[in-house]
DNA sequence: AGCTGATAGTTAGGAAGCTAACTATTATTG
DNA sequence: CAATAATAGTTAGCTTCCTAACTATCAGCT
């Protein structure tokens, strides 16, 4: 029986017997799901364990990386350069870009203002958008916390050669436009 | 610079890029980690997806297919073999098999007694203990939905050969291994 | 200008995850 | 046997996700 992100990953054979049962059920493509899923679950179990360590949730990370980048695009602008329109700095706009709604994106923000990372500013142009911006406390905190969450990165990525890396890139890739056509059109799949 | 999960993931070169401000980023590390993370996610909702349109969310899933395991086991054992001992029945069982914790099965199993898909049991031997079982409306459930859960995870796959299949899980296996460590030795990655 | 439709952020309620604490039960120790 | 420690399931509170509805604001149309 295949059993979806349990501790002890069933073993092929065990896929195949369920198989007789099930004529819809392929065995090799129920294992490598599994193992995609699994192995996947694992791996952010280990960089959100860092994460909670120092913390912070993934979420909020997210939302702290998108501001930053943000800023870092500004920083990075000649001056007198309008950058400000495609970097990220409305609730939905932040919301958009971490593929969540924004009903959940209010509420990062406001554990994230609770504790001194943000700071709302109403837009001066349209007054139904609020404006987000990082303060000196989430910038001192990311430039703490990025060396180490890039270390953890590459220690959980150094099971695989940069050959080996390359080849798992273009397969997941494969399946992630899969996923996309599967997301598109549902009827595929029966 | 890397963000994670983002709605469209940073190419290649954003990478390099940012590897020259932080030297503990390994661009190749990066892109495979975040192209792992993203793959599985996206089939987790294609997955997760259908099983919303059916009613059922992927953690009470496993609840009702880790008990209807333990019922196959038993329908498979000869009479008067006792096969109990190895399949979750308790709370604490099935959370530890779920990897989630006892207080969050409690909340799984409220959830699937309420809608007829369980019933909790105080446990004969142990006063502290409830035993948990399917109904037949959640057998019935699992029969109607199961092959089309099945044929998800086909389509899903389908992306991929036989032998791109094989040496994707190979691979993952590989991650998988060093997630393990890592998590049993957090220093490693420092 | 006034009305209607669209948009942004928030609220309310529910589900699913966590931790810590609790009550009842069982096991262990002296 | 009595006291202490361990265990099982649940509760309370918080966080993060969702949907639907809400209020305030802006856009478009006549």
């Known amino acids: 029986m295949p059993l979806l992100l349990l501790k002890d990953l069933p073993r092929y054979e065990c896929l195949l017997e369920a198989a007789r049962e099930f004529p819809d059920l392929d065995p090799s493509a129920a294992e490598a799901l599994l193992h995609l899923l699994r192995t996947s679950d694992e791996a952010y179990a280990v960089s959100s364990r860092n994460m909670g360590d120092h913390g912070i949730s ?31 700095h409305t609730p939905a706009e932040l919301a958009d870009n971490c593929g969540v709604t924004r009903a959940t994106m209010t509420g990062l923000i406001d554990t994230l203002e609770r504790d001194g990372f943000v700071k709302r ?7 139904r958008m609020m404006s987000v911006r990082l303060t000196a406390k989430a910038e001192e ?3 703490g916390f990025l060396p180490g969450h890039f270390r953890i990165h590459s220690a959980i990525m ?4 940069e050959a080996e890396r390359k080849v798992l890139v273009r397969l997941l890739a494969k399946v992630q436009q899969q ?5 598109s059109d549902p009827a595929a799949a029966t």
Chains 1, 2 share one sequence.
């Open 58 to 88: 993934p979420g909020r990370f997210m939302v702290l990386m998108l501001l930053w980048h943000g800023d870092q695009i500004k920083a990075a602008a000649p001056a007198g350069t309008v950058t400000c329109a495609c970097s990220p």
């Open 121 to 127: 500013e109403p837009d001066p142009v349209d007054r």
């Open 158 to 161: 150094s099971a695989l050669s």
């Open 179 to 183: 996923c996309a056509a599967l997301r």
């Open 141 to 143: 905190f990311l430039h």
